[in-house]
């Protein structure tokens, strides 16, 4: 037998145990485990879902970073910002006021508003219906935009979000768990991913106590210290029990570093379900289900809504969670996003309470099979208003609006440019007010065609309607520029993504490029190391290494060059 085979035959223990020197000698299991303690690295005991020191970690995060979430791409925002809900939504209000003609200032509100751009592209798309129908609703309209949050609210005067609607939208601080900011009447109230953020419950009937109701709690954790090279949390678990303790804003913003290093232990308890109203009916309501969902913050918000609404007013949500009582087990009861969390809507709950309430909740034929749920919420019928939600908000709608841009899609991996341009063109002829079409259509003119010059216009037209919170489109905007050899623009644009997002892998990457243009060799080092922290995926790192060394072949070349000019200068002088 051979030396290699020799290697594959493991030691004897007692060999093994001699050769790494273990001397201690053998306990059988049960004895070693009856010396084991969990050690207690508890920071705040068993508390309901909504009151959990996560809940309130994410709800004070939102109110001190304000928007800066979605521009840095945090918190995904595109589903309901890209343009294509603001303009259903302009479509929606136009009917309504068509049917019922409304006197004086038409109002509308916006609740948790967050980035600002669903009311910004439905103030363009409604200005617009307007002015191509010739109706003075526009002129009339009164938009009270809020968010809980003050910095998003200076965030968007900052910006200066709305100075194309300056006589149209005013901005304020309002919170949706509490009285609405304005007196009414409203003529509608948009809720756009704003619902799974309030307070919420998860309850069940005791499966040991006849009759008794639990709920969801949460006991936090501080995870155990980590290995080595591996970050570790920047308080003690005694600082971090202090800070909670203490549970007010200054003491819990000192918490937002760590809150990555807390673990959850969850248990259905039967403490302060009596604070819940109508807990125990859901529960008899449902009596198979293992465990009901209740949205008692987003049905409190939708009440005071109601009661500030106009007879032919109406209440616009779109968010997520289970649209059927079939889909509520498979939801997680939390979802994350980055610092912040949410509890999807329990629709069919929320829509029987409503009914209760004497208000109509309507879906569009086919919304159970989207991701994100549309409900118009009326206090009265009103035919052509709903005819305009079920046209405008159906799966029929949505599969219409994506039929195009999927084909245009299609043909371009086949390659079949031509009938990707038409399918693409068809596809912004139903969608004008969508900034993310056009930026897809940017990069289709700029590295498919190339029309570099039709790939400008287009980015430039897209980031006119989204400014603030996307890189990827000052970048399109910059690429195209940049191939177009207009070196200084192109750097201007990709300035402007890293305003937006200063830890963006791509912009630094593009950075990159215009700083080593320009020689700025120290500069584009920089855009690199930042552009190698933060592409955590991946995606440019073999790119950044690449334009890292031509730079340093750069700074090579430029050092012998000024070395050789010394030399041709000496030898002449000498």
């Known amino acids: 037998m051979d030396d290699a085979a020799d290697d594959r035959i493991p030691l004897p223990i007692a060999d093994w145990t001699a050769r790494v020197r273990w001397t201690d000698p053998p306990r059988p299991p049960s004895e070693a485990l009856a010396d084991v303690e969990v050690p207690d690295r508890v920071v705040e005991d068993f508390r309901p879902l909504a009151e959990s020191l996560e ?182 678990l005694e600082e971090v029990r202090v800070l909670v303790a203490a549970g007010d804003d200054a003491a819990l913003v000192r918490l937002l570093p760590v809150m990555g290093f807390f673990e959850y232990e969850v248990a259905y308890r039967s403490d302060g379900v009596e604070a819940l109203a109508g807990a125990a009916q859901a529960v008899a309501a449902q009596p198979a289900a293992a465990r009901v969902r209740l949205s008692v913050g987003a049905l409190g918000c939708l009440r005071r809504c109601a009661e500030r609404l106009a007879a032919d007013g109406f209440i616009l949500v779109n968010d997520y969670g289970p649209a059927t009582e079939e889909e509520i087990p498979a939801y997680a009861v939390l979802q994350k996003f980055g610092k912040t969390v949410a509890a999807g809507i329990s629709f069919p709950w929320l829509e029987t309470e409503l009914g209760r309430l004497g208000l109509h909740a309507h879906k569009a034929v086919g919304d159970d099979a989207r991701s994100l749920h549309t409900r118009l919420v009326l206090g009265r019928h009103l035919p052509l208003t709903d005819a305009a939600f079920h046209d405008r ?114 912009t630094n990457l593009n950075l990159a490029y215009t700083h080593l243009i320009f020689a700025a060799h120290g500069e584009a080092l920089e855009a690199i190391r930042v552009g190698l922290l933060h592409d955590v995926r991946g995606l440019y790192r073999e790119r950044l290494l690449d334009k890292q060394k031509e730079v340093l072949n750069a700074l090579s070349a430029s050092w012998q060059a000024e070395r050789d000019r010394l030399t041709r200068r000496n030898q002449r002088l000498g």
């Not at 191509?132 to 005067?157: I, N």
């Open 393 to 506: 908000f159906g799966a029929e709608a949505h599969r219409q609006l994506e039929a195009a841009v999927e084909e245009a899609r299609e043909h371009t991996k086949a390659g079949r440019k031509d009938e990707a341009l038409a399918a693409y063109r068809g596809a912004l002829a139903r969608n004008r007010f969508d900034w993310a079409l056009l930026g897809e259509l940017s990069d289709f003119l700029n590295t498919q065609i190339p029309d570099a010059r039709a790939a400008r216009d287009t980015a430039r037209a897209a980031v006119e309607l989204n400014p603030h919170y996307s890189p990827w489109l000052w970048n399109l905007l910059g690429d195209a520029l940049f191939n177009l050899e207009q070196f200084p623009e192109a750097h201007e644009a990709y300035l402007q993504a890293r305003r937006i997002d200063p830890r963006d892998a791509l």
């Open 55 to 236: 809940w309130r970690l994410a709800g004070l995060y939102w109110r001190r970073a304000g928007a800066l979430p979605f521009a840095e791409n945090e918190v995904p925002f595109l589903v309901n910002n890209s343009g294509r809900l603001s303009e259903a939504a302009a479509r929606l209000l136009l009917a309504n006021c068509l049917e019922a003609r409304p006197a004086g200032a038409i109002e509308v509100l916006e609740l948790g508003a967050g980035s600002g751009l669903y009311a910004l592209l439905f103030m363009n798309a409604f200005r617009a219906l307007c002015q191509e129908a010739g109706h003075d609703f526009y002129d009339r309209l009164r938009y009270l935009v809020t968010d809980v949050s003050p910095a998003t609210v200076a965030q968007w005067q900052e910006r200066r979000l709305f100075a194309d609607h300056a006589q149209h939208v005013t901005c304020q601080v309002a919170d949706a768990n509490a009285p609405l900011p304005v007196a009414g009447p409203l003529r509608a109230v948009f809720c756009n991913y704003l619902l799974d953020v309030l307070p919420a419950a998860i309850v069940r009937a005791s499966p040991d106590r006849p009759g008794v109701v639990e709920q969801l709690c949460v006991r936090t954790h501080l995870a155990r210290e980590p290995g080595p090279g591996r970050p570790r949390p920047a308080l003690s």
